[in-house]
């Protein structure tokens, strides 16, 4: 009986065991299916998400912004005055009494929209600066989408001319550009269109073009002719990867001309040391040629455990059209504004009158790297506006030579550091020479130039930017 | 004045000298696991190197090197002549470029997908969008699936150079980040297709591939890689920016030795010899 009482109790036992564990399980088993249909279904979601984002993120691939900064401290050997410019070529004259300032040179951020597709692309570059803000380049960029080695450019962009004008500011280990460049060039970018050549494949990857027709005025100018003017330059690259050693140049043009707003043109007689003037009246509205010839070369060396050197330079050579007190290309926007009809004064017809003066001018630059974040710097450039003149032959009475046809050579030395691959430094101190004028000279703009004037400067800049 | 000048250049050439000891390497995502076995083989026999590695593609790793961020760079494509340019400008050097090892790329199929073997065409016709269904290369009748690599990546390049013969992708192509990505989205997927270096090749079937519709197909494995019969072969590159140097030179040359070529094709790619 006790048997039979204690084997019926392990089976109501047993039975209310395996009843609770059923129960159990099924509880368990629910709850992990409905979790992994919440996962599936959560998992779905994520992809869902995940989609819409990819919009997003191909529209942030495709556009783009970069941007760098200048900020930098520099200081002269002379003092800003009205007589002459001291470091009217290294970022902007001083202003009367300043011998030292701080500036922000660049501030530029540049937006750009780049179809994979369809091989085109946007861009619009803007700059800052104390001064206030200015746009530097807007153009359009297409690539041809068959053989891929052809561009065409049109809006704001580099003027094709040579090797500086087109170096990036922000790679370029000099503050500025050489006076050659400032002076023929200024503001660097121009309005018009341009067609390149630049392969990326096959047998001509070494070699490139650029040729283009722009409005010949500053970028920031509207035409003033129907005449464009037409800039180029056809570049190769010869490569010795064994030997660590590189050789690239090119070739460019300016065939260009500029719109006499004065019937006064006057060029320089070489026998006579002189201006003489062709007065026409129909010389009023007649164009004037502006054309530049240059070759550019580099050569690169890369030094075992060292790092490498580079020596780069540029010749133009050619005949630039400006007024009697400047040598810089004679814009008829600008100078319209001082045209003023009837009777004018003698220095209102100066500074009309159109000035054809033969020009040369060369850079010559040394680059050593050390390691990565080391580069010492050596820098010679000449400009010698008027070729037909020189020394004491400038300010001898009657002769009608000014301070624009005064030679400069400016030898630089600097040191740059580069932090990491945002923040670079550089330390750069240009020795400025002027030709010197004849002692009997009278013309007040040209006295103080009887001797070297005081307008060496140094500068110490800090760049920052991003991405690369 | 001429001490400071001599201290500031003793250390200018003092900190280029010995940086040498830790090494930086950036670049293609196809090469990262290869560049981290050569890294953690060569540190234990060399433990006053530090290497440090990370990917990011080709493009990144290119970059790094011109910003003077990296000291080595893989890449799985050569470099193009506008970022030789760029190398030039900063550093006045060409650059190096060295082969380490080759790789098929591998096409990948989901395990479920009855496609065998494609030729060149067909791949070239599938990713450029002629050719959108299975069946139409003598599989399911399903659409086909693309999954592609990001532009910054080599192997995107280098597909889009060697095999669509610089024709554009489709623009139904899903882009992955990287290709431990893709092969897990082709592993999913019953109707994709993805394309990335051999040694990722897991969980999925790879395509034996013929160079035209007369030729044999070749599967990427070592011997077919080797001889050159698998029609889609390439280099992987390192490029440094000059002619290494002290401790670089004897990790690369390291690399280059039979021991770093055993670690090529442990995983999973082909040794240059």
């Given amino acids: ?14 039975s209310v065991s395996l009843y609770s564990q059923e129960e159990y399980i099924d509880t368990v088993k629910i709850p992990v299916q409905d979790q992994l249909d919440q996962l599936k279904s959560n998992d779905e979601s994520v992809n869902e998400i995940l989609l819409d984002m990819k919009s997003y993120i191909d529209l942030a691939r495709k556009l783009k912004f970069s941007g760098y900064m200048q900020t930098q401290y520099q200081v002269s050997d002379g003092i800003g005055n009205g007589a002459y410019p001291i470091g009217a070529f290294a970022g902007g004259a001083f202003p009367t009494s300043v011998g030292s300032r701080f500036q922000v040179r660049r501030g530029r951020l540049k937006v750009q929209y780049e179809n994979d597709l369809t091989f085109s692309q946007y861009v619009l570059q803007f700059d800052v600066t104390q001064n206030g803000l200015g746009i530097k380049d807007a153009y359009i960029n297409i690539k041809d989408p068959w053989v891929k080695s052809w561009n065409f450019k049109t809006g704001v962009f580099d003027r094709p001319f040579g090797f500086e004008v087109a170096y990036s500011s922000n790679m370029r280990e000099t503050p500025e550009r050489s006076r050659l460049a400032q002076t023929l060039f200024p503001g660097e970018r121009e309005l018009g269109a341009q067609i390149e050549f630049a392969p990326e494949l096959g047998d001509w990857t070494n070699y490139n073009l650029k040729l283009g027709v722009f409005n010949g005025v500053l970028p920031n100018s509207n035409e003033n002719d129907n005449r464009k003017d037409i800039i180029g330059r056809v570049g190769a690259i010869l490569p010795f ?9 090119g070739i460019s043009i300016y065939q260009g001309t500029v719109r006499n707003t004065s019937k006064f043109a006057y060029t320089f007689n070489e026998l006579q040391k002189q201006f003489t003037v062709d007065s026409t009246a129909t010389n009023a509205g007649k164009n004037y040629e502006r054309q530049y010839i240059g070759v550019d070369g580099q050569i690169i060396y890369d030094i075992p455990s060292l790092g490498g050197i580079s020596i780069r330079g540029e010749y133009i050579t050619g005949t630039q059209p400006g007024t009697s007190s400047s040598n810089s290309f004679y814009n008829p926007a600008t100078i319209q504004a001082l045209d003023i009809p009837g009777g004018k004064t003698k220095s209102q017809i100066e500074a009309t009158s159109l ?5 040369y001018g060369f850079y010559v630059s040394l680059l050593q790297n050390i390691g990565t974040k080391h580069q010492l710097l050596l820098r010679y450039d000449v400009l010698d506006p008027n070729t037909k003149v020189s020394g004491s032959e400038i300010g001898t009475a009657g002769k009608a030579t000014t301070i624009a046809d ?3 050579s400016t030898f630089g030395v600097g040191y ?6 945002n923040v670079k430094f550089t330390f750069y101190y240009e020795f400025v020479s002027n030709e010197t004028v004849n002692s009997a000279a009278t013309n007040a703009a040209l ?12 500068t110490f800049r800090t760049q920052y930017r991003f991405p690369f | 004045m001429k001490k400071i000048i001599a201290t500031l250049l003793l250390m200018t050439f003092s900190s280029s000298m010995f940086a040498a000891d830790v090494i930086t390497v950036k670049g293609s995502d196809t090469m990262v696991i290869l560049a981290q076995r050569w890294a953690e083989l060569y540190m234990k026999k060399n433990p006053n190197v530090t ?8 493009g990144t790793g290119i970059s790094a090197l011109i910003n003077g961020t990296t000291d080595i760079c893989n890449a799985s494509r050569p470099m193009k002549p506008a970022e030789k340019q760029k190398l030039k400008l900063r550093f006045s050097t060409l650059g190096v470029e060295i082969k380490t090892a080759k790789d098929g790329i591998a096409l990948y199929v989901n395990e479920k997908n009855p496609v065998k073997t494609l030729t060149l065409a067909q791949v070239k016709d599938i990713y450029t969008g002629k050719i959108t269904n299975w069946k139409e290369v003598g599989g399911n009748d399903s659409r086909i699936i693309l999954y592609s690599r990001e532009n910054n990546s080599g192997t995107y390049v280098y597909f889009k150079e060697n095999v669509l013969d610089d024709e554009d992708y489709s623009p139904s192509c899903q882009n992955m980040p990287g290709t431990a990505a893709l092969v897990n989205a082709v592993a999913k997927d019953a109707n994709g297709i993805g394309y990335g ?3 990722y090749a897991k969980g999925i079937n790879e395509i034996a591939v013929k160079s035209d519709a007369s030729s044999e197909a070749f599967l990427p494995n070592a011997q077919n890689v080797k001889e050159g019969k698998y029609p889609i072969t390439r280099f992987l590159f390192m490029y440094v920016k000059s002619k290494p140097t002290g401790a670089m030179k004897e990790y690369i040359d390291w690399i280059l030795s039979d021991e770093g070529q055993i670690v090529v094709s442990k995983v999973g790619y082909f040794p240059l010899r």
Avoid: C
């Fill in chain 1, 1 to 14: 009986m006790k048997s039979f009482l204690a084997s019926s109790i392990m089976v109501v036992l047993l």
């Fill in chain 1, 241 to 249: 990867d064994e030997l660590n050693f590189a050789v690239d140049g």
């Fill in chain 1, 355 to 359: 000035y054809q003066r033969k020009f």
């Fill in chain 1, 406 to 408: 005064l030679k400069y």
């Fill in chain 1, 416 to 421: 740059l550091f580069h932090l990491d691959d």
């Fill in chain 1, 447 to 458: 006295v103080p130039f009887k001797s070297d004037v005081k307008d060496n400067v140094f």
């Fill in chain 2, 51 to 58: 290497i440090q590695v990370t990917g990011g593609g080709s």
């Fill in chain 2, 197 to 199: 270096g051999s040694a």
